[in-house]
């Protein structure tokens, strides 16, 4: 259980980074067209960031048609690591149920003293 709990810590750390990155490359931080001509030396189209403009997943900040804040790889990022992040879940869950099992059962063969049940 000890892998999968350090794949789901990893992969969860992982991917809330991941999420932190998009959203504050999402915001710009400072004002939308000041950030793509002073920061990024991209034209702002600003009816083109109207029509397009999200306030949830996928994260995307527009410049224009062509340019956005957001770098290309990062949705598809999160999504590798939400999978990933509910792969260990499940992992976590079927080897803490299995690790169950088995202590349930050492701890009926030391209440019948030692003996398996069963077996007289």
Known sequence: ?????????????????????????????????????????????EDYWVEHQSSSFPYSNACSRSFDLVPGWVNPAIGLGSAALLVCVLGTAVSAGAELRTWGRRRAVRAAGGRRRGAD
């Open 1 to 45: 259980m000890a892998d999968w709990a350090s794949a789901l810590l990893i992969a969860g750390l992982l991917t809330a980074v991941l999420c932190g990155y998009g959203a504050w490359r999402s915001w710009g931080g400072m004002d939308i067209e000041e950030t793509c001509g002073l920061v990024h030396g991209q034209r702002f189209d």
